[in-house]
């Protein structure tokens, strides 16, 4: 699939585990960041950019963009970012209104799960000491959530469709793509799922729940995967968690090690000039020499974990969702093939 700039990421997560300030470092708009559940009452949706190299250096030219940005031979596309309130257990049954959260991730074909890999906050979110609380548990429930969301869809007047397909014979696959529908799921996924747990040949009305459970779960990974944004890798105890958690269930989601507050902070000081800061890189320069002691060793220790993690972590998580899992590639489309041009002139406008 070629990249457009109506790509849907959810970033998800409970509360208080760094979902708004990743947010708030990936789109650089002001969201209200507050230490307490429920603190995004309406989802924030906003403008992140992923990042590839420009193939403006390979060309030779001099570019001048429209719908995307081009600093130092890096092409930065927009995405669009939604920033959906914090999900407790229970969230599938209206729990933390988190009926009318799930509701927003309706069209978001990939989806970033903030989770807090410093154990330091519980099932809630309540701030704990770090290390309490086992991050694994986090990703556990809110694959459940989503699953059990999903289940309640297509379990909502069961016998109406078990007569459709199994004595009116409408198709499965049609009567199944008719009850998804507001999901952005298609055919060909349900289809791949029914296939996988040789589910397409067994009347609907034979499925068990542990058939429905099993069809859903398998058409939640094929059609709204998850990514798992590793957050607060700055504070100590994450480490041994990720570790850990990357040996149980890294075969199932791309984990990527992030600091969301370490990434905020750079965009902050990069937009006062205090440093020069591309996002995405794994370094930055500090510019003003006007910085109190505080302020450079806070930098020096941010420097220091980007040097151990190759960077921040969140431009790599966006890249991951929309290039790796989605499988998205960019196109630069022109009307003039010999001098990389639109209609107007524009060298290299879109992407």
Known sequence: MSLQSHVQIGIVGKPNVGKSTFFAAATMIDVKIAPYPFTTIEPNVGIGY????CVCRDLGVKDNPRNSICIEGNRFIPVELIDVAGLVPGAWQGRGLGNQFLDHLRRAPVLIHVVDMA???DEEGRLIKP???????DIEFLTNEVVMWMVQMLTKDWDKLVRLVDYAKKPILDTLYDRFSGLGITQAQINDALVKLDLDKKPLGKWGGDDIKGFVSMLRELSKPMVIAANKMDIPEAEDNYKRVVKEVGNRYKIIPTSADYELALRRASKTNLVKYIPGDDDFEIISSNLSKAQKDALEKIKDFMHRWGGTGIMKALNTAVFDVLGMIAVYPVADERRFTDTEGN?????
């Not at 992923?50 to 190299?53: A, G, M």
């Not at 290390?131 to 548990?137: A, E, F, K, R």
């Open 50 to 53: 992923v990042r590839i190299p």
């Open 119 to 121: 154990g330091a906050t």
């Open 131 to 137: 290390g309490s609380h086992d991050p694994l548990t």
């Open 347 to 351: 060298v290299l406008p879109d992407v």
